[in-house]
């Protein structure tokens, strides 16, 4: 999945703390920020100038900035920018005052942290709905730009008749009735460039037309120029639109053409060469009209995703020569259960799509489980040699909660990533309709595996070495989380929200820490003659588990580990919403020896601010500050700043996700201690430096 973008905030506030709290409640939410406060004019000016927000929260009785002026700003910017009043409770007169600006476009309650997510929320949603409506407008230009001019060169003659008259004509339809320019054909009607033998049927089908008949595919008739002189022509109908308003595209091709030629063109343009099925992008056509027929009132639509389990280990079977053929079979295995209605297509390598029209729920589940146990069964013949197959179905019927291509595709394939995950050989099939059981059943089969893996060691620890750039001895490593799954690791984006909403973070923390020190001893017992030090993330309420510094300090004394050899880490917006227990804990531990870092740093209006409760050892940079270093200038200055304030305050400074060589140079000119990424190491199951 893609992560959520990165949302531009400016806050209008007097006071910082406050501009804080809401910094990270919003974050706490889940909404990514990079935010700004600004709390006199001046500073709302030359703010706008080199940071174009898509949000602002403005507090109406903010004394150096007024609301007015914050409205007056933004709408001198030209740029759609959701403007949200941040109120600390609603009165009559408030509610009044505030609704009186025309471009505030709605009211969020500083104290109520729900509504105050929820309206900041429905406003991203909103200015997003309306740049894509802008994109969307854009493309849609372009595209009929790209169909006129296509029109104008193509080589058969192409009119569009509104209500019997001419609206749209090629050049070559002028050429071919004798016209010099659409002037001349522009409000004649079609029946004037009919022979007159054949004006009475075609009045007769102009007439069924305007009721709504479908016109007939073909049409043998004599047409007659501009000078009267006649020949033999046949006409193609296809319903279209000019405009926005619904009219006929007529084709007229002389009896000698070759239409088998043009369907073997149309053929090869939207089919797959090696399946026989729809290739990716017809198939991506077929998905976006289905979801403007939902829109449109038409139900009982569903999209399935179809993968071969565990194809990596068909291929050895049946070699690279045999993979076709299995492909070949299962796209023919799912020919075979096609209704007239539906639309099968190969959308990637071995991936492939089924789009049922007019399928009842049930329907669409005794389908895909005829598939599934279709492919099961059979034997399959690749290569010159034998093998069986299982497919993971993923699918979601459509409707209008999710009437929209791109949340179709990500839900099916959402679904099919878990099956797969599950094993495969398994159907789940998302039905908007039933979201929250769909998703409680869901998240109950996550829960079940968390549990499993917390009591049979069904997590596994990864090491990735962090690099020093200044010198410091030691070894320094980053311990990262994966979860077994029965075919593929997982990642904890996956299984953590979940973990968190069912009171498991603090026995997968707890876990963690355990084999963590487990680790660090077996590598001091090896003999390197380097001492390791583990970076260890901590959830928020381990922070208020009072009793974890003594069982850390048990563990450590068993394994012969000192706690200076362990940093445990918090993201700085978290620690926020914790100050005391988070400040109580990092004194516990000190106590003991150990250090601590905090992650995600410089992501905050003042992130210095939070030195003053947090002593921390070590201050990660917020990756969306490092991110190709070369490419953004004004990144790179931030990081200089903090890196120079970082230094002056005493703390050691680390960069994450190093995935280029450009940013580096930058990096050691900025002063960064500590740099970690695939780039300079990657991950691996011991602790040790990979070269």
């Not at 060169?153 to 004509?169: K, L, M, N, W």
């Not at 994966?482 to 904890?492: A, F, H, S, W």
């Not at 992501?603 to 070590?618: P, R």
Request: charged share 25%.
């Amino acid at each position: 999945m893609l992560p959520e973008p990165i949302i531009k905030l400016i806050i209008v506030d007097d006071h910082a703390e406050d501009a804080e709290q809401i910094t990270s409640v919003l974050r706490n939410s889940g909404i990514a920020l990079r935010p700004q406060r600004v709390a006199s004019e001046e500073e709302l000016a030359a703010t706008l100038e080199s940071f174009t927000p898509d949000l602002v929260l403005a507090n109406p009785a903010c004394q150096c900035v007024s609301l007015t002026t914050v409205a007056r700003a933004l709408d001198g910017t030209g740029k759609d920018v959701a403007l949200l009043a941040l109120a600390d409770k609603l009165t009559d007169d408030v509610v009044t005052t505030i609704l009186g600006h025309g471009s505030v476009r709605g009211i969020a309650l500083r104290n109520r942290h729900d509504q105050l997510q929820a309206v900041v929320r429905r406003e991203l949603d909103a200015l997003n709905t309306r740049r894509n409506v802008r994109k969307l407008e854009a493309a849609l230009r372009e595209s009929e730009r790209r169909c006129a001019s296509l029109l104008d060169s193509s080589r058969d003659p192409i009119a569009y008749i509104h209500e019997g008259t001419h609206v749209r004509a090629n050049n070559a339809y002028l050429e071919m009735f004798g016209f010099e320019n659409f002037e001349d054909v522009e409000g004649l009607t079609i029946l004037d460039l009919v022979a007159a033998q054949h004006t009475a049927d075609f009045k007769d089908l102009l007439k069924r037309l305007a009721r709504g008949e479908k016109p007939p595919p073909r049409l043998d008739l004599t047409a007659q120029r501009a000078d009267g002189s006649t020949f033999e022509a046949v006409m193609e109908f296809a319903t279209a639109t000019y405009e926005g308003e619904p009219c006929q595209q007529i084709v007229f091709r002389l009896p000698g053409s070759n239409p088998d030629t043009e369907e073997e063109l149309k053929r090869l343009k939207t089919q797959d060469p090696l399946t026989g099925l729809s290739n990716r992008a017809y198939f991506l056509e077929q998905v976006d009209e289905a979801v403007a027929a939902t829109i449109g009132g038409k139900r009982d639509q569903a999209l399935l995703l179809l993968e071969p389990d565990n194809f990596r280990a068909v291929l050895d079977t049946v070699g690279i020569a045999g993979a076709d053929d299995v492909l070949r079979t299962l796209a023919g295995t799912m020919k075979q259960r096609l209704r007239s209605t539906d639309n099968a297509g190969r959308i990637g390598d071995h991936t492939f799509g089924l789009l049922l029209c007019g399928c009842p729920q049930a329907e669409v589940q005794q389908i895909a489980e005829s598939l599934r146990a279709s492919v099961e069964t059979a034997i399959i013949e690749a290569g010159g040699k034998s093998t069986s197959l299982t497919i993971s179905i993923g699918g979601s019927l459509l409707g209008e909660k999710n009437a929209k291509s791109q949340v179709l595709l990500s839900q099916a394939d959402d679904a099919l990533r878990v099956v797969a995950s599950q094993g495969g050989n398994r159907i789940d099939i998302h039905d908007p309709g039933a979201t929250d059981k769909a998703e409680a059943e869901r998240e109950q089969q996550w829960l079940e595996m968390i549990d499993a893996a917390l009591k049979g060691n069904g997590f596994i620890l990864y090491f990735q070495p962090i690099v020093s750039l200044q010198g410091d001895d030691g070894e320094f490593f980053e311990v990262l989380l994966r979860m077994r799954g029965p075919t593929e690791e997982i990642l904890p984006s996956h299984f953590m929200p979940i973990a968190e909403r069912n009171d498991r973070l603090l026995a997968i923390d707890r876990w963690v820490i355990e084999h963590t020190i487990a680790e660090l001893g077996k590598h001091a017992r090896s003999n390197t003659g380097k001492a390791a030090t583990a970076f260890v993330k901590l959830s928020t309420l381990t922070l208020h588990d009072e009793t974890l510094a003594n069982w850390v300090d048990a563990r450590l004394a068993a394994a012969s580990v000192k706690a200076a050899q362990l940093v445990f880490e918090v993201p700085e917006a978290k620690v926020m919403t914790c100050l005391k227990p988070a400040r109580d804990f990092i004194e516990r531990w000190r106590k003991s020896g150990g250090t601590f870092g905090l992650e995600q740093f410089g992501s905050g209006l003042n992130s210095f601010q939070a030195l003053k409760h947090i002593d921390a050892d070590y201050l990660k940079i917020d990756r969306t500050l490092t991110t190709d270093l070369a490419r953004h200038a004004e990144n790179e200055l931030k990081v200089r700043e903090l890196c120079s304030q970082a230094h002056a305050a005493g703390k050691h400074t680390m960069v994450e996700w190093i995935e280029e060589a450009s940013s580096m140079p930058i990096l050691f000119s900025a002063g960064v201690t500590f740099a970690q990424g695939n780039f300079l190491c990657p991950p691996s199951r011991e602790m040790r430096y990979v070269t």
